[in-house]
C-alpha cells in the first residue's frame, strides 16, 4: 500500500480512493498517541479494543464487519527482548506468535501446533512489513523486525524470558494483543501487521521503572510514518 495524494484546485491535499486502515490498541492512552502521529487523517479508523487477545479479536472482527479496510495493524506498548529491541525503540512483526497457546506437559510445554490443534503463528504481511521498516528507519526511528510474541501473562521473571526466547529465537518483543488482531483480520482475507513501541524488558518485572511515556513517543512517531507509507 501507498499513499497516493493529488491536489484540489487550491493546493490542498487529499487522499484518494486509498484503501482505509484500521489501528487496534489496547488501551486509550495508545489510541491517543496514534492519534496524536496520524494527525486528523480521515483514513485511519484508530480503537482501543481493551487488553488481551480475547477483546482485540472481538474488537476487531466487530470493526471489520462493519466497514472496508485494506489492512489492520495491531498497535500499542511491549516488552523488548534484551539485545533485540531496546526501551524507546520500535518492534515490527514479521509473524505474530500465540506463545502460550498450549499444554504443559512432563517433557515441558507443547504449542498448539505441535499437539496438532491449531496454528499459532499468523505472518505479517511481508511487502508491507518491508515497506513500514524501510520507511520507519529512513525516518531516523529504531527499528527491530521479527516474531513478537502474544502472551496471555506479561513475563515477569528472567527463567520465564529466557524459556521464551529459547522456544523463539529471534523474537523481538512480547504483548498481549497481535496474535488476536491477526486471526480476525486473516478471518475477512485482510493483511495484518503489528507495531510495538517498546515500554519496558522482558524480564524481571520491574513495572516502576517502564518508560511508558518514551513509549508513547515512539508510538506517535512511528503512526506519523505509517501516514506516509501505506
Ligand atoms: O500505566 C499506564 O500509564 C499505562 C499506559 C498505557 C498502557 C499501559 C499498559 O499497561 C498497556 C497494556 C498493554 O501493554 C502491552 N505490554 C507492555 N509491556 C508488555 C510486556 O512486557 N509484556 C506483555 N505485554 C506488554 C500489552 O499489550 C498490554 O495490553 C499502561
Known amino acids: ?9 487550491t493546493g490542498e491535499a487529499v487522499e484518494e480512493a486509498l484503501p482505509r486502515v484500521l489501528i487496534v490498541t489496547a ?12 494527525r ?11 487488553a488481551g487477545t480475547a477483546a482485540a479479536a472481538a474488537g476487531t472482527a466487530a470493526t471489520l464487519a462493519a466497514g472496508s479496510y485494506g489492512c489492520v495493524i495491531s498497535a ?20 505474530m506468535i500465540a ?31 518491508q515497506a513500514v521498516a524501510a520507511a520507519l528507519a529512513a525516518a531516523g526511528l529504531t527499528v527491530s523486525t521479527g516474531p ?4 496471555s501473562t506479561a513475563t515477569g521473571t528472567a527463567g520465564t524470558a529466557a524459556a521464551l526466547a529459547a522456544r523463539h529465537p529471534g523474537a523481538v518483543a512480547e504483548a498481549m494483543e497481535g496474535h488476536g ?5 486473516r478471518h475477512f482475507g485482510i493483511a495484518a501487521l503489528e507495531l510495538r513501541a517498546i515500554s519496558n524488558p522482558v524480564g524481571p518485572r520491574d513495572r516502576a521503572a517502564w518508560k511508558i511515556n ?5 508510538l506517535a512517531a512511528a503512526a506519523a510514518i505509517l501516514l506516509e507509507v501505506l
Not at 76 to 85: L, S, V
Open 27 to 38: 488501551v486509550e492512552a495508545e489510541r491517543e498517541a496514534v492519534l496524536r502521529g496520524l
Open 76 to 95: 500499542g506498548i511491549g516488552g523488548g527482548f534484551p539485545g533485540r529491541a531496546p526501551v524507546g525503540s520500535l518492534a515490527l512483526a514479521s509473524e
Open 148 to 151: 513478537v510474541l502474544t502472551v
Open 181 to 185: 488482531v491477526a486471526v480476525a483480520a
Open 40 to 50: 486528523g487523517s480521515s483514513r485511519f479508523h484508530v480503537i482501543a479494543a481493551g
Open 214 to 218: 518514551e513509549a508513547m513517543d515512539a
Open 99 to 129: 506463545a502460550d497457546l498450549g499444554a504443559e506437559t512432563p517433557e515441558g510445554f507443547r504449542s498448539a501446533a505441535e499437539l496438532g490443534f491449531g496454528r499459532v503463528s499468523v505472518p505479517g504481511h511481508s511487502g508491507t512489513v
Open 1 to 9: 500500500m501507498k499513499a497516493d495524494h493529488t491536489s484540489t484546485s
